[in-house]
């Protein structure tokens, strides 16, 4: 352990970060932690102090720290020799993990690309789309985020998140993970459905020139602030873009493997079958892995490509196997939905008597609080950092977003346990009642 002061400690590390890495990648909190080890759902900082990990790496350390299952795995790989291959070889892992995604992703004739990223995941959609509907005309949801990457980036919206993007796709975005803005709160589900839906057969009238590709959307929005769609919503949109032939892109890299602990993927909830699913985070459990589950017709189509030659490899197939085996074997689904209901049932009691607190939203392992200026109910990021320094204190990490920076996001490993779900939601509560007492 190191003494942050120390010439070796965090408060150096932070200064040689500061001078050779972008300072676009932000840090959190005002003294940034370096975190040296884990077990669990908790990690260690170089200092000693623990934190319940309530944001998994943004979600994924799936299953927790140092997993036997995921390290035996790997290091069993690791004693073949084999770190990397190349996929113009057989690997059996991979072709085993395909197996099961496809059979899970509830895709019709399903078949699996691995990539290293939630981003080269859903370029790899929207070029398979883009291809087999020859047309560069997209559609994606607003405050959505897709990844950083030429095509993933004209899909994402919101300023903050694409400031320097020239979209190489013609992209239209629609209302829908919008229900929770204040200009939609009068309104039944009912009502901004349609409204929704109408909007789209308008921006299909008008917006654009030709055929559509295809619609990417996240279940539930993670950078946007874990906003959802309302029931029925998806289901509404899919019978418009199947009248038109446009393939619907479920982009499941926070919202799949059981986390909403309702479904395995985020759009089931929604009773909608996907043409295409992405996935990637959680899935090789901190190994880099992600992928794209797509009918056959579409992945195979006569210029079809994928985007790396390093997805799939045999260590992260090797530490996605082990990760998927268990999340299955364990029923995380399941426990996702118990911990979940924990943590939301307090956070909603929070709501009723904290003035700061403008909104909880959530569902299985994902949860988010919005908070607001007490007074004028305004979006409050101030109190937002606030929060966090106070959570951090506490030994909790948490996570934040939103279209306004005013949203905490949490989504801890769906290993959490019923006592870490209770003593985590005691940390929250504490930290929203110091942020509103002094906000008052
Ligand atoms: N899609 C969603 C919904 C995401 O949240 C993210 C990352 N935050 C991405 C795609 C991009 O994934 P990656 O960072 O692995 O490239």
């Known amino acids: 352990l190191r003494d942050p002061e120390s010439p070796s400690g965090s408060a150096d590390l932070l200064k040689r970060h500061r001078a050779v890495l972008p300072n676009w990648m932000g840090l959190y909190y005002d003294e940034p932690i370096e975190i040296v080890g884990g077990k669990g759902n908790r990690v260690v900082d170089a200092s ?27 290091e069993r790989q690791l004693a073949t020799g084999i770190v990397h291959t190349s996929t113009l070889y057989l690997i059996r892992a991979q072709v085993e993990l395909a197996e099961k995604i496809a059979r899970l992703s509830g895709i019709p004739d399903a078949k699996v690309f691995f990539t290293n990223s939630g981003t080269e995941a859903n370029e790899t959609a929207l070029l398979l789309a883009t291809y087999a509907r020859k047309t560069d005309q997209v559609l994606a949801m607003r405050q959505s985020y897709h990844g950083r990457s030429f095509g993933a980036i004209s899909v994402t919206s919101n300023r903050s998140w694409k400031n320097n993007s020239l979209s190489p796709l013609n992209v239209h975005f629609l209302h829908g993970a ?22 789209l057969r ?27 769609a309302p029931d029925g919503l998806f289901a509404a949109y899919k019978e418009v873009l199947d009248e038109e032939g446009i393939l619907f892109i479920s982009d ?13 993927f985020g759009i089931e909830n929604h ?5 295409m699913l992405t996935f990637a985070k959680g899935t090789g459990n901190g190994f880099a892995v992600g992928g794209i589950v797509a009918r056959a017709d579409l992945m195979d189509g006569p210029h079809a490509v994928g985007l790396s030659t390093f997805g799939g490899n045999p260590i992260s197939m090797a530490a996605a196997n082990a990760t998927l085996d268990y999340v299955l074997d364990h029923d995380l689904q399941a426990n996702a939905a118990r911990t979940g209901e924990i943590i939301l049932a307090g956070l909603r009691e929070a709501e009723q008597r904290l003035a700061v607190v403008g909104a909880v939203r959530g569902r299985g392992l994902m949860f988010a609080i919005e908070l607001v200026d007490p007074a004028t109910g305004a979006p409050a990021p101030a109190l937002v950092a606030r929060f966090m320094e106070e959570t951090k204190k506490l030994g909790l990490l948490a996570g934040k977003g939103g279209l306004y920076g005013n949203t905490l996001r949490m989504a801890p490993p769906l290993t959490l346990t ?23």
């Open 418 to 440: 019923e006592d870490e779900a209770r003593e985590g939601l005691g940390i929250l509560v504490t930290a929203l009642e110091t942020v509103n007492d002094e906000a008052r």
């Open 271 to 275: 009773g909608v079958t996907p043409d």
């Open 178 to 199: 919008d229900r929770h803005l204040v200009q939609f709160r009068g309104m039944s589900d009912a009502d901004y459905i349609k409204a929704c839906v109408d909007d």
């Open 48 to 74: 000693g102090k623990s934190y319940l990990d309530f944001f998994a790496g943004i979600l994924t350390n799936m299953i927790g720290y140092d997993v036997p299952e995921v390290r035996e795995a790997v």
């Open 252 to 264: 499941e890299v926070q919202s799949g493997w059981g986390r909403t602990g309702s479904a395995f």
């Open 202 to 228: 308008h921006v299909l009238a008008t917006a654009v020139s030709n055929d559509v590709a295809a619609l990417i959307a996240e279940p539930i929005q993670g950078v946007g602030g874990f906003t959802m």
